[in-house]
Structures are given as C-alpha cells and as structure tokens.
C-alpha cells in the first residue's frame, strides 16, 4: 500500500498569501489528485491528474508534481479556501488517501 | 446532472451487520468505464477507500477490510451496495459513496451517511 503523506498537517494564511500543501508518496505514482471538504460538508474533487482544475475550481489553485513528491498550490489565499485538503493516489491497488491538510485563515 | 445519495440504518449494535445503499443519478453502471466506490471518515478523521465495484462486475477491497465487506450493484435502479459484517465502535464513521473516474479520482460524492455501532 502506498502511504501519503502530507504537510504541513495546519497552517493559516492571510488573504493575498501563497500557499503551498505538500503530499509525498512512500513510492511512485503516475498521478496525484486532491480534494477540498469544508466542515460538515463532503469531500469535493479538486484538482485531478497532478495538475488539472476541476469544474468550479478558480484558476488562483494550481497543482504541480511527479514520481513521489506533489503540491497543491494557491497563488493569493482568500477566505473562501479554508478548508481541509486531502491528495489522493489511484494509480496503484488500494487507493490510499494523504490525512489532510487543515488550511485555516489569519 | 450527476448525483449519489447514501442511505443506511443509523445505529446498530457490535457484532452486526451494516447494509449501506447508494442511489445514483445522471450516469449508469451499465457503461463502460464507470465505477462506484465507498469511503469512510470517522468524526474528525481523515478519509478511508473501502470498496469499488465497476460496470463490468469487477470489485476491489480495501485489503484490512477485505474479509468482512461485500459490495454489489442494481444497475437496472442505479443502486450500489456494501456490505460489512461483525461491526464493532471502529466502524462509527460518515460513509460515502463517489463516482470513480477512469484515472483513479472520485468526481463526484454523495452526501454521506453517519453510521454509529455502539451497545
């Protein structure tokens, strides 16, 4: 099973802020995907396939990456990105999920 | 307009049986490429992939989970089902199930649905 790893676990950030998330896989995969979940709200697709923005997503998110190292990255924080985020690799059985990135506002 | 809803009992007691059935619409598990997954998240936790089943009948498990989960499909009532036997406290999560696209992602959730096990 490949483990994920994620960093930092909590981080704030003020508005206009870059942010970037970490998630390291303990072997290599072909893609990373990444979901946001608001408190009491279901996990959302975020972005897909390393690098793509899902439907909805704003462009100020962006994801880059490869082999076992990947990041979520967000070019001018705004409060509406408090969240949890959480990667994901599928390339390899089972499908193992990072334990999150709690992203809070200053 | 793609949308999965969970349904399931609530509460049960250790030792017995959960039965949890998504119903889904805007797609069919008659095509090919598609799948449904289950994942669940105790309170606070993070995320946990339990089972896949695909259009084609092929199924996958969560290898830790593998002997106690049966996941099945309705396709004719765009249903999926899962199966875990013998729960105990560590199964009290939210359950959801989630669309699997073809390059391993989950595009889309359901709402979820809180489970509890407790005597």
């Known amino acids: 099973e490949i483990v994920l790893t994620q960093s930092p676990t909590t981080m704030a950030a003020s508005p206009g802020e870059k942010v970037t998330l970490t998630c390291r896989a303990s072997s290599s995969v072909s893609y990373m995907h990444w979901y946001q979940q608001r408190s009491g709200t279901s996990p959302k697709l975020w972005i897909y396939?390393?690098?793509k923005l899902a439907s909805g997503v704003p462009n100020r998110f962006s994801g880059s990456g490869s082999g076992t190292s990947y990041s979520l990255t967000i070019n001018s924080m705004e409060t509406e990105d408090a969240a949890t985020y959480y990667c994901q690799q599928g390339s390899s059985y089972p499908p193992t999920f990072g334990s999150g990135t709690k992203l809070e506002i200053k | 307009q793609v949308t999965l809803k969970e349904s399931g009992p609530g509460i049960l007691q250790p030792s017995q049986t959960l039965s949890l059935t998504c119903s889904f619409s805007g797609f069919s598990l008659s095509t090919s490429g598609i799948c449904v997954s289950w994942i669940r998240q105790p309170s606070g936790k993070g995320l946990e992939w339990l089972a896949t089943i695909c259009w084609e009948d092929s199924k996958g498990y969560n290898p830790s989970l593998k002997n106690r989960l049966t996941i099945s499909k309705d396709t004719s009532n765009n249903q999926a089902f899962l199966k875990i036997t013998s729960v105990d406290t560590a199964d009290t999560a939210i359950y959801y199930c989630?669309?699997?696209?073809?390059?391993?992602?989950?595009?889309?959730w359901g709402q979820g649905v809180m489970v509890t096990v407790s005597s």
């Open positions: 989630a669309r699997r696209t073809y390059s391993g992602d989950f595009d889309y």
């Open positions: 396939e390393t690098s």
